[in-house]
C-alpha cells in the first residue's frame, strides 16, 4: 500500500486489470483500520472513475455506490444503504446529465424491490411526480401528479392489473368546502 500523498493514515492500491499501464482502479484505507473504505473503477479506460463505492461504517460492505453511466464525468446514479444491512435502500438517479436529481426510488420494507418514488418531470429539480407499490408485489401501482407546476397533487392514476398501462385517472380534491376547518 501506498500513502498517495494525502497523509499518513490513508493508504491505498492502485490496479491496471488490462495490463494497458493505465491504472482501471483505486482502493483505499482512509481510516488505517486496515480494510478498504472507497474504491473507484475506471471501467472504460477514459482515466475517469465510472463507478465508485464507499463503506462509511467500517463493515467492509458498500454503504453508497455512485455511477457514471454516460462518461461524462458526472454521477448519473447514487446508491444507499440507509440502513446498512447490506441492500440499497435508496436510488437518486439523474436521467439527463444537468446534475438534478430526477427520481428517487426507495424500498421502504427491505425486500429488494422499490415501494415509492419521487420524479422530477419538468427537470426544475422539484419533484412533481409520486408513484407508489400499494399492494407490496413490486410494481408501481399509483402515481400522483402535480399537473399545472404549483407544487400541489392534483392528478391520480392507476395502474390495477399491473400491465405497466395506466388504467385511470381522477382529480385530486382538495376543496373541503365550507366546512368548519376552512379559514
Not at 113 to 122: F, Q, W
Request: hydrophobic share 35%; net charge negative.
Amino acid at each position: 500500500m501506498s500513502d498517495f500523498g494525502f497523509d499518513d493514515d490513508v493508504a491505498g492500491v492502485a490496479y491496471d486489470g488490462d495490463g494497458d499501464g493505465a491504472t482501471d482502479a483505486v482502493a483505499l484505507d482512509t481510516d488505517g483500520e486496515g480494510y478498504t473504505d472507497v474504491a473507484a473503477y475506471d471501467a472504460d479506460g477514459d482515466g475517469f472513475a465510472d463507478a465508485a463505492l464507499v463503506d462509511v461504517d467500517g463493515d467492509g460492505v458498500a454503504d453508497a455506490g455512485a455511477y457514471d453511466l454516460d462518461g461524462d464525468g458526472a454521477a448519473d446514479a447514487v446508491e444507499i444503504d440507509v440502513d446498512g444491512d447490506g441492500f440499497v435502500d435508496t436510488v437518486e438517479v439523474d436521467s439527463d446529465g444537468d446534475g438534478l436529481v430526477d427520481a428517487v426510488l426507495v424500498d421502504t420494507d427491505d425486500d429488494g424491490a422499490v415501494d415509492t418514488g419521487a420524479l422530477d418531470l419538468d427537470g426544475d429539480g422539484e419533484a412533481d411526480a409520486f408513484t407508489s407499490d400499494t399492494d407490496g408485489d413490486g410494481v408501481l401501482e399509483t402515481i400522483e401528479v402535480d399537473t399545472d407546476g404549483d407544487g400541489v397533487l392534483d392528478t391520480q392514476a392507476w395502474d390495477s392489473d399491473g400491465d405497466l398501462d395506466l388504467d385511470g385517472s381522477v382529480p385530486i380534491s382538495t376543496d373541503l368546502g365550507a366546512g368548519p376547518f376552512q379559514a
